[in-house]
């Protein structure tokens, strides 16, 4: 079990994450109105993501604070797998071009 | 005696081995279950990116108002809701029940919320003529990935609403610990990291300007 924080102020040590998960939200949607190709759109937009989901998972859900063993089986096996499913990009692309209108 | 004592030298100590995550089996059951659906996300997530990659006519039907603007409210509102449940986890940790359960209660109202917004927004599609396999914009499966990847995050809001009026009301009575509450909380937090990454790539990636 992880520790457990006193009933006074309870959710006051967790108003920095709070604060910087609704500024990456507040920059997402500020930087998909800017002029950035789709491709770029989409990097910065999952490295933001990832950064939000980071801070999530290791504060929020406290895996910062539990044993590095559980850190180290669960995450690097969910990383290789979204890894692995990347091999479908070449395909997808393959059949945009060989659409008959995409001369 | 915490539950990680017992895990790692209760009853059967003298028989089993320790556990080497030092956390109770059913905690590590929802992380493998967070772990598991993560990977379901992903693949409806990495499919979506397929299609709309190989799709020339690609729909961008969002505008500010009231699609992102309405996603924007639901987005604050989510993350707020964890900030309520990690009030919900620490209070029941530190034995106040009232407190706790102001918490969870505050969650619930938020997740409600959510789903009514959620829903709005999907009426709002339908309204127009936003279908499973066909819309008036482009390519037919917009509809089917919009759907499919928002329809399975609304149904696991719904589920975390009820799960957690189940564990308030259990913890309330004293049939259930400070341990479910921790643990609800955990899948209520993946509802909300799941969200961060639907709304860039299936919302403001697709933005008409």
């Known amino acids: ?103 | 005696m915490s539950e990680s004592d017992v895990a790692t030298h209760g009853h059967g100590a003298a028989l089993m081995e320790g556990s080497p995550y030092a956390i109770p089996s059913r905690k590590l059951t929802m992380w493998l279950f967070i772990i598991s659906d993560a990977v379901t996300f992903g693949a409806l997530l990495f499919g979506y990116g397929y299609l709309r990659t190989a799709s020339s006519d690609w729909p961008a039907p969002f505008k500010f108002n009231p699609s992102i603007l309405n996603v924007m409210i639901m987005t604050f509102i989510l993350i707020t809701s964890s900030l309520t449940m990690l009030g919900a986890v620490d209070s029941a940790k530190a034995g106040n029940k009232a407190k706790a359960n102001r918490f969870l209660w505050s969650t619930i109202l938020l997740g409600v919320i959510f789903a009514g917004l959620h829903i709005r927004e999907w009426f709002a599609l339908i309204d127009d003529g936003v279908r499973l396999f066909q819309n008036p914009w482009g390519s037919p499966l917009f509809g089917a990935t919009f759907f499919s990847i928002t329809g399975l995050h609304l149904l696991h809001v719904v589920c975390g609403v009820v799960a957690i009026a189940v564990v308030a009301r259990g913890y309330t009575r004293g049939r259930l610990t400070a341990g479910h509450v921790e643990i609800t909380g955990l899948y209520w937090h993946f509802v909300d990291l799941v969200w961060m990454f639907v709304v860039p790539l299936v919302y403001l990636l697709n933005l008409s300007r």
């Open chain 1, 1 to 103: 079990m992880t520790t457990s924080g006193t009933s006074g102020n309870v959710i006051a040590k967790y108003l920095p994450v709070y604060f910087v998960l609704l500024g990456i939200a507040g920059l997402e949607f500020f930087l998909a109105y800017r002029n950035f190709s789709t491709g770029s759109l989409l990097a910065i937009l999952l490295a933001l993501a990832v950064c939000g989901g980071a801070l999530a998972v290791l504060y929020f859900m406290h895996l910062a604070q539990e044993r590095r063993s559980l850190f180290l089986t669960l995450i690097p096996a969910l990383i290789f797998v979204l890894i692995m499913m990347n091999m479908i990009w070449s395909d997808s692309l393959r059949l945009l071009h060989m659409r008959p209108f995409a001369h």
